[in-house]
């Protein structure tokens, strides 16, 4: 069993249909597990439904081989997961470092030291400790999400669409830090549109097609997969 397991999900928004049909995504320690697919595929619905954000009624969700099926998000953030939604990651109207305080929100004790690492992560993020976030670039609102996440110090992080919005380099940027987050232990489970980078970069990776798993492999199988190349690669 993976460390994070979303298994055989199925489930949707309040009485709505189910947009989750059998899905099943997982990272495990030391890994990046990317999810990709077309728009409107039901990724960030499977990310919410691993952070307990929506309806699942049947599948189930584990953390370090306990049962959170039944915890609400904020209980799973107390267990250990980070996630940085795709949208409205950030207060824009508070400074940087309130955001990052705010990402601490469930912690009693000193996280200074949280705060020092993650501006060595971002060290741009420093520079602007006192800018409202909402001031910032594209891809510094996104270290910004992720750095907020990373206060509460998870055992695992997940990121919908960490890059989205940014240039090419930028995106590179980011992506190397997402690695270096990695390399410190920390299981990254995200969703990406630059599919070919990401994959590049995924230890696994997971094709959703409405609202199931098409294609499930390692970053170079699929990356390497004709169907895969040709559907969702750009050939
Ligand atoms: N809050 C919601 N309430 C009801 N339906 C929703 C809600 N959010 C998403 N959906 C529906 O769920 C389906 C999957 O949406 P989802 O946002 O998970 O796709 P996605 O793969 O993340 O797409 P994108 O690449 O555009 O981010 C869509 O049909 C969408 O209309
Ligand atoms: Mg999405």
């Known amino acids: 069993m993976s460390f994070l397991n979303g298994q055989n999900m199925t489930g949707g928004y309040g009485k709505g249909p189910d947009i989750l049909h059998d899905c099943t995504v997982a990272v495990d320690k ?21 952070f307990g954000m929506l309806n699942v009624h049947s599948g189930v969700v584990t953390l370090d ?8 998000p904020q209980a799973r953030v107390q267990k250990g997961m980070g996630f940085v939604p795709q949208t409205s990651n950030i207060f824009t109207s508070m400074t940087v470092e309130e955001n990052l305080e705010m990402g601490a929100f469930i912690r009693t004790d000193d996280f200074s030291d949280t705060m020092a690492q993650v501006y060595d992560l971002f060290p741009i993020l420093k520079d602007k400790r006192h800018q409202h976030a909402g001031e910032l670039s594209g891809g510094q609102r996104q270290q910004v999400a992720v750095g907020r996440a990373l206060m509460t110090q998870p055992k695992v992080l997940m990121l919908d669409e960490p890059t989205a919005g940014v240039s090419p380099i930028v995106m590179d940027e980011l992506f190397d830090r997402i690695i270096e987050v990695s390399r410190t232990g920390i299981p990254i489970l995200m969703v990406e549109q630059n599919a070919r980078q990401a994959l590049e970069i995924a230890d696994k990776g997971y094709v959703l097609v409405q609202g199931a798993n098409a294609y499930t492999g390692t970053g170079k199988e699929l990356l390497a997969d004709p169907e895969v190349r040709k559907s969702f690669l750009g050939g």
């Not at 030391?30 to 691993?50: L, Q, R, W």
């Not at 081989?65 to 609400?72: A, F, N, V, W």
């Open 30 to 50: 030391g890994e990046i597990a990317v999810i990709v697919g077309p728009n409107g595929a039901g990724k960030s619905t499977a990310m919410k439904a691993v």
């Open 65 to 72: 081989g306990e049962d959170i099926t039944k915890l609400s």
